[in-house]
Structures are given as C-alpha cells and as structure tokens.
C-alpha cells in the first residue's frame, strides 16, 4: 500500500479529496440541518472523522511528508483538544464555538483572527519540528558516518603486527561503543568475540602448535602457548567491565552493564589468559567448543539468556558460586579437568550436564533446579557434593558414574528421581534426602557404603535388581508408598532398624550375604497375610511373619 501511495503521489491525493467530500455529503444527508440538537453534534463530529482520518491515513502512507498535511493534522488535533475542553468547562459539547448570544462584529471579528493566529501558531510549531527533525537526521548521518569511519580505523588497528597497536585498537573500539552506543555495541562486541576466534597459538617450523611441557619434557596439550596473551588478557578486560554496572568487584547487586544485552560468541575459541566475568550480567552467550585453559570465574553471575558450554574444556578451576542462569544453560559433553564450583546457583530452566566429565571435586551444595535437569552418562572421577540441593523437576541422573564419595544428604526430589543403570563407585550419602515423586534405583550399583538413614519416599520407590556391593543402611526411613527390592543383591550388612514400610514392601527373589536388620521396623498391619510384605526364604522370619524385631503396626502408622 505505501509503495503504490509513494509511486502515485497525485492519484493518491485525488482518492483522499474524493474521499473527503463523498463523507461530508453523506454525513449532510443522514444528519440533515433539521434533525435537531443531537443530529446536529453527529453531524460535526462525522464532519471532522471525515477530514481527520484521510489526512492522517495520507500523511502515514507517503514516504515524502507533505508540509501541509502535516500542518492540517496538528490543527485537526488541536480543534479536537480544544473542543474536549471547553465541552469539560462549559458543560455542553460545542460551548467553546457556540454562544446563546449572538456576536458583535467586533466580537466575531476578534474570534475569527485568534482562530487564524492559533492555525498560524500550529503550522510555526509544526515547521520548526520538521527543520529541527531534519537537523537531528542530519547530525545522525554524520555522527554514523564518523563513527563508522573511527570503527574502520580501529579495526586496521587490531590488525597490526605490533601488540601495543592492537591493545590500542581494543580500547578505540571499546570508546566508539561507549560514544555511539545503539547498534555500536553489538558490532564492537562481535568484533572483539571474532578476534578472540581466530587462531592466536604458536607455531613450530612444521605448522604444528607449541604446547607448555610437563616435568619430565612431555608437551602438555592441555596448555598451548600464546604469543597474543596481553591482547585477549585486554579483550577479557574491556568485556568484563562492560558487562557490569560497576566496576567495583564486590558489589553485592549488580544491574546489567552497557553490553550485557548483547550477544557474545566465543565458540571454538583458545582462551590462554585468566577469565575473571565475576558479578557480571551476560546476555546470551555462545562458547561450545571452547578451550579455556587458565581458569575461568564467573563468581554471582547472572546470565540472563541461553547459555552454550557445550564440549568446551576447562584446564583450570571453574568457578559458577552464586551464579544465576535465567535461562536454558547447556554443558553438555563439557570437561573440567580441576576443580568445579556451583555450590549456591540458580537455574531457573533447564539444564544439560549429559555426557560432561568432571576430573577432579565437584561442588553443587545449595544449587536449586526449577527444570528438568540432565546428567545422564556424566562421569565424576572425584568427590562429589550435591547436599542440600533442591529439584523442582525430574533430574535424569541414570547411566551417570560416581567414582569417589558422592553425598546427596538433605537434598529434597520434588518430582520422580531417576538414578536408573547409575553407578556409585564410592561411598554414598542419601541421610535425610526427600524424595517427594517416584523414585528409580532399578539397576543401579552401589560399590561402597551406601546410607539413607531418615529418608522420606513419598510415592512408590524402586531399588529392583540393586546390586549393594557393601553395606547400606535404611534405618528411620519411612517409605509412604509401595517399596519394592525385588532381585537386589545385597553383598554386605543391609540395615532397616526404625524403618516404617507404610504399604507394600517386597524383597522377591532378593538376596543376603547376612541376615539384614529389621529392628524395631514397622508394617501396615493391614496388609497381613496380603501377600504385599513379601521376603525371600533366606531371611528368618518370626511368628508374625516378619524379620526378628520388626512388628506390625496400625493402618495409620
């Protein structure tokens, strides 16, 4: 519709008059001069829509603005406001163009010149907006022009072969962002992210890159050398500052910084230099594939878009403390080969540690997941820690194996907690856990004590074919639901003092290497003689068709 108003300036403007006067002679024949009061004020508001809205709808439509329409508008307008308040002052609707008494020349005359002043008045204000506008566009153009040509500059400047020239041309694109803002953000960021992507590594006389050497002479592939490191060390800086409100690191809140909105895509990058993001505030940001390999810290972090730390590779400590992740966060297939630290996030969506291997200590104490959250297939070779931990969703924790001591004491399962096929190869804590859905062991192995004293199941719980390599512990735990250990093997002591078994309760086909422990063990007295409490021929029953010390209680236990 624009391209056909544009291209025909003079047909359009004959289809708008036309317009304009087909709707006042319609408005004249069905509200006629006769039609009394009413008919009257329908008949001059019809009149003014009629010429308000084609002059507005044609002064929308054309590239080229038109300084009389535009002049006609604002007049249209003004009558409107005009009318509005008098009809509020004068209590009727046309108080301020109508009087009881008939005018004097001398007043009809002194009306008729302040109408002329006022339109007058309208079409200076209106010609000054426009000269003003004009100037503001032009300024526009210049400050782009100029801005794009100091870009430009800066650019040559980070491809200089001297470092103090490139380090230079970080800080020149970092001040035509902070001058020009607006778009100048996310190009300067694209633009020191694209840098931070090209290949920086030393080379040896083959091509091949040069890596640090362990003590005995050996190339560490873990550290590659740089000969860029004070220019991505700047670039890490200029970043970092810019995506805070702040550039005082102990701030306890953050509000988001002049680049926090925008995008950062460092994937497939080789970071050499420390990365220090602690308290910043990211947009989304895109690093799988990354190779960081001195440490990275993005200590109460907020991220507040997708995050992407799929397959990168952390030589160094991880540190996520505190960290907020407003929106899906990845880490799929990702290694840490030191230390990983997210005691105390937030994820807030869902989130994918499938396939990710932790080298060295984990730590997720305090972490709440509002999502699903994957761990299927995840290795963790050293101690592990995700006490007190809160899953508002199922976590997929099955096929993942635990090498060392992994504790999950105080952690609270809103939804079904999945640990099929998971292998625990140290000892395991689940003391005092919550498991509010269903929960799944089927399949699982523990190699080394295990203990779930004082843990809650909600719903039905599932250990069939557990395989306890060791010793484990159930006692005061209260199943709510139907348990069942069906062909689980347990190896070492099996220990269920205190427990309360609300329904169903079924070792079928399970076996002891010793007789387990079912002191002071409470059943639904209900279900006797129900075939629901069943143990396997193995295990010394009493009287009362239970473990030596374990009882019947009430149907409300």
Known sequence: MKNWVNSHPKVADFVIASTIFTLILISNYIFGPNRGWRARNARITAFYFSILIPVATLLFLRRKKSLFLAIAFWTLLSVACYTALS???????????????????????????????????????????REQASTEREELHQNEGEADKKLNSAVQQLGSNSPQVRIAGVYALADVADTYEGPYHQRVVDILCGYLRTDRLLKDANGDTRYATNEDGSPNYSLPISADNPVESTILSVLASHLRSSTTA???????????????????????EYVNFDYAQIGEIDAHGTQLTQGASFTQTKFTNRASFDNSTFTQIANFWKSKFENEVSFRGTTFKQVAF???????????????????????????????????????????DFSAVSFTQTPRLFE??????????DATFMQTA??????????TIFINCTFQGKTKFTATT???????????FMLTTDFGGVSFIHSVNFSECTFKNAVEFTSSNFSGD?????????LDAKFTA?????????????????????????????????????PPGAEWSGSQI
């Open 494 to 502: 099996a220990i269920f003092e205190d427990t309360t078994f609300m």
């Open 510 to 546: 399970a076996s002891f290497a010793n007789q387990p422990s079912f002191e002071k063990a409470r059943f639904n007295f209900s279900l006797k003689g129900a075939h629901r409490i069943i143990f396997p021929e193995q295990v010394n029953l009493n009287n009362n068709s239970l």
């Open 342 to 384: 997210f005691a105390e996030n937030s994820f807030k969506q869902e989130v994918d540690f499938s396939e990710a291997s932790f080298t060295q200590e984990v730590n997720f104490r305090g972490t709440q997941f509002l999502r699903t959250t994957d761990f299927r297939h995840a290795s963790f070779k050293e101690k592990t």
């Open 446 to 456: 523990f190699h080394q004590d295990a203990s779930f004293q004082n843990a809650s």
């Open 418 to 427: 999945d640990f099929r096929n998971t292998t625990f190869k140290g000892r």
């Open 87 to 129: 009809w509020l002052w004068g209590g009727r609707f046309l108080a301020g163009w109508t009087s009881k008494e008939p005018l004097i020349f001398k007043e009809l005359l002194s009306t008729t010149l302040a109408a002329v002043g006022g339109i007058g008045a309208v079409g200076y204000l209106v010609i000054k907006y």
């Open 400 to 409: 993942a194996i635990f090498s060392k001591l992994i504790t999950f004491e």
């Open 250 to 272: 102990e701030a306890k809140h953050q509000s988001r910084g002049p680049w926090s909105i925008c995008t950062l895509d460092i994937h497939g990058a080789h970071i050499t």
